[in-house]
């Protein structure tokens, strides 16, 4: 799609034309009359655009609620990879089904087999001990724990997230508006030009690559599809969500806590404080109130601890002031030149744009010459993604929030 910044550049041009055709007219002016009305009614499609992206809530871009749903419920990794090595083995015709969709979804044909990002968005199953004792002697289903392991948080925090993305990405943006001022009669209106720029997202690799015996991936146990689950969730799932939140480029994308332009707020005296002066810097940038704080556990637990006068707990919602709170591993609690300070954002997390140009990438390979000596199988796991904000300013990053300086005394 054209800039729309380049839209408006051969709009002027085209009116610089038809000031220079305007006394010879003839076809010179009508073409030039041509080239501006049909520019015009592409940058108004341009602007709409802009406007519904930069509006846009956290959704997927291809979503269907349904097919979402299906896929965290029914989609089962270990099916997919035992029905890949031994077609017949296992009833995997919903994942084989599932394929196509997510090729179609991703823009390409996997290196091996999709597995959609949606496996992830829920805490998972797994267990502990070597692979050998994870095979079940006594099938107990009904006994199945929730795995303890992180969870990711950013999208259900309303990242929006653009799939089925092809080539580099460049979203424009409006970064300053023409200046309005009010004249005299008969005074000049002195002349101002709205200034452009664009928000880029471009591929960046993730990857892991794990090696099992044919027997354990063969296993229909749910033990198994956890421990596909575990390590896939851990090292391209979580790796993502931190990204996302403290990414530091080059080989990774740029997170929210890393991008220039953000707003910070130091530490105010008390955790309330604090936040109150977060919330006051989103409200006068015109951020979208609708915004949320997500911190670290270490965080929540001394704002547990809180106690009034009368030595009772200080409500989780007062300190935060009735905004919406998530805690998560996923945040750093290693900032600062001490490395003692914990991480604390507020923001429109709909600013925060996840670019997927592939889907989580199974390749199953039985011949890898180390696992293929032992009759084991190798399994390489891939996605590729970007991360980007529309606009920084949407964020505001407490500094100088460490255990020492939030212990907070009691309220007055």
């Not at 846009?56 to 896929?71: C, S």
């Not at 091996?112 to 004792?133: N, Q, Y």
Request: hydrophobic share 40%; proline share 5%; aromatic share 6%.
């Amino acid at each position: 799609m054209t800039k729309l910044s380049d839209l408006l550049e051969r709009r002027a041009a085209a009116v610089d034309a038809m000031k220079a055709a305007e006394e010879t007219g003839g076809e010179a002016f009508d073409q030039a009359k041509s080239e501006y009305d049909n520019l015009t009614v592409q940058i108004e499609r341009a602007k709409v655009i802009d406007q519904a992206e930069r509006q846009e809530r956290g959704r997927q871009v291809h979503g269907d609620p349904k097919l979402t749903t299906e896929l965290r419920s029914k989609f089962s990794i270990a099916r997919l990879i035992a029905g890949h090595i031994n077609p017949g083995s296992v009833d995997d015709g919903f994942e084989r089904e599932m394929q196509g969709e997510l090729a179609r979804r991703a823009g390409k044909t996997p290196q091996g087999l999709f597995i959609p990002m949606e496996c992830f968005e829920k805490r998972v199953l797994t267990s502990t001990g070597d692979g050998a004792a994870i095979v079940p002697t006594d099938h107990r289903p009904e006994l199945y724990i929730d795995a303890l392991t992180a969870a990711t948080i950013v999208r259900t925090l309303g990242a929006t997230v653009l799939t089925g993305l092809t080539g580099n990405v460049e979203i424009p943006r409006e970064a300053d508006s023409p200046n309005v001022g009010w004249v005299a009669q008969n005074a000049a209106i002195s002349a101002s030009d709205p200034d452009f720029d664009q928000v880029t997202l471009s591929p960046k690799h993730a990857g892991a690559i794990t090696e099992y015996s044919r027997n354990m991936v063969m296993q229909s146990s749910p033990q198994i599809e956890a421990l596909l689950r575990r390590m896939m969730a851990r090292d391209l799932g979580i790796a993502i969500d931190r990204a996302a939140i403290k990414g530091g480029g080059t080989n990774e994308p740029v997170g929210i806590l890393a991008t220039s332009g953000i707003q910070t707020q130091a530490y105010a005296d008390s955790l309330h404080n604090t936040t109150a002066e977060m919330i006051a810097k989103a409200h006068i940038a015109n951020v979208d109130p609708a915004c949320a704080f997500l911190s670290t556990h270490g965080v929540e637990k001394i704002a547990m601890k809180a106690l009034d006068l009368q030595n009772q707990p200080v409500p989780m919602a007062s300190i935060f002031h009735n905004r919406p709170t998530n805690f998560s591993n996923q945040v750093p609690s290693n900032l600062g030149t001490g490395t003692d300070e914990f991480g604390l954002i507020y923001g429109d997390w709909s600013e925060l744009l996840i670019g997927i140009w592939s889907e989580i990438d199974v390749l199953v390979n039985p011949y890898e010459s180390t696992a293929y000596s032992k009759g084991n199988i190798s399994i390489r796991a891939m996605a590729t993604v970007d991360c980007a904000l529309r606009h920084p300013a949407a964020f505001v990053s407490a500094t100088g929030v460490d255990a020492t300086s939030i212990a907070l005394p009691a309220a007055a």
